[in-house]
C-alpha cells in the first residue's frame, strides 16, 4: 500500500472511528451556512457531508483517487476533487479549511500549511486534528524493532509533531494560533481478533514496502505478540492515539 492507494472499503467498513472521532472536530469549526469550507483530506466524504449539514458550502479534498470514488459514490449530491495536500491552490478564497486524520501523512507540513494559507481568506479559520508527539507509541516501537531485528531499516511513514512545533510552522505562514491542544484517545478496534491486523493492514503497510510476503506476515504475527500485554484487554484491541487539535486563523 502507498499513502495514495488506500483500500476505501477497509476503511469504511472497519475504521469508521477515525471519522467518528473526528466529529468533534466539527463543532470547533463551528460552520455556517454559507460559509466556503474545505475539508482536506476527506478520505470516504462522512465529516464533509456533516459540515454540508449546516448549510455551508463545502468541498472534498483527497489525494487518494479510491478515496475519492468511494466519497462521490456514498454522498453524491457534495462536491470532491483529488489533490495533493502539499499542491493545491484556488482563485476563490475559503472561510475555512477542516482537517482530520491526514496531516500525520504529510511529512513537508510546511507546503500542506503554505497552500491552506493561500486558500483562505484573511481572518479565514484553519481547524485540524492529528496524530500528535507520541502517537501509537507502543505500536511503532514494536513495528521497528521487529523491522530492524529482521535486518530492515524501518523508515516511519508519519509526521507526529509537537503541538509547539506544529504551531511553530502555522506562526511562520501567517496564522495565529488560537487554540492548540494535545489529549490521549485510545481507540478501540472494532474485529476482536483480527482488529490489530486490519489497522496494520490498512495504515502501516508503507513500512513494509518491498518486503516479501510471508515474511511481511511472520512480523506482523511478531508484532501482535509483542503489543498484545499492553494493547488487547479482555480480548479486544486497542490503538494508543494521541491527538493534536489546532484552531488557527490567518492573519490579515
Ligand atoms: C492516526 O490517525 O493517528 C493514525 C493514522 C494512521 C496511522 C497512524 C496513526
Not at 92 to 116: I, Y
Not at 155 to 178: D, M, N, Q
Amino acid at each position: 500500500m502507498s499513502a495514495n492507494n488506500w483500500d476505501s472499503s477497509l476503511y469504511d467498513d472497519r475504521h469508521s472511528f477515525v471519522w467518528r472521532a473526528g466529529a468533534g472536530l466539527i463543532e470547533l469549526l463551528n460552520p455556517e451556512p454559507g460559509e466556503r469550507i474545505l475539508d482536506l483530506g476527506c478520505g470516504t466524504g462522512h465529516l464533509t457531508a456533516q459540515i454540508a449539514q449546516s448549510g455551508a458550502s463545502v468541498l472534498g479534498l483527497d489525494s487518494s483517487t479510491s478515496m475519492i470514488a468511494q466519497a462521490r459514490q456514498n454522498f453524491p449530491g457534495l462536491k470532491f476533487a483529488l489533490s495533493d495536500a502539499r499542491d493545491f491552490r484556488f482563485d476563490e478564497p475559503f472561510d475555512a479549511v477542516f482537517s482530520n486524520a491526514v496531516l500525520h501523512w504529510v511529512h513537508d507540513a510546511g507546503s500542506a500549511v503554505r497552500c491552506v494559507a493561500a486558500a483562505l481568506r484573511p481572518g479565514g479559520r484553519f481547524v485540524l486534528e492529528m496524530g500528535v508527539k507520541g502517537n501509537v507509541r507502543r505500536l511503532r516501537t514494536a513495528i521497528e524493532d521487529v523491522l530492524t531485528e529482521a535486518g530492515h531499516q524501518p523508515k516511519c511513514p508519519w509526521f507526529y509533531p509537537s503541538a509547539a512545533e506544529y504551531a511553530t510552522i502555522l506562526e511562520e505562514h501567517g496564522f495565529e494560533v488560537r487554540m492548540a491542544q494535545t489529549f490521549d484517545r485510545w481507540s478501540k478496534l472494532e474485529h476482536p481478533e483480527r482488529g490489530l491486523r486490519e489497522w496494520l493492514e490498512m495504515f502501516a503497510g508503507p513500512y513494509f514496502e518491498g518486503i516479501a510476503r510471508e515474511d511481511h506476515e511472520r512480523m506482523l504475527r511478531m508484532i501482535e505478540e509483542r503489543v498484545r500485554p499492553e494493547l488487547n484487554r479482555d480480548g479486544v484491541w486497542w490503538v494508543d492515539y494521541r491527538r493534536l487539535r489546532v484552531e488557527a486563523v490567518k492573519l490579515a
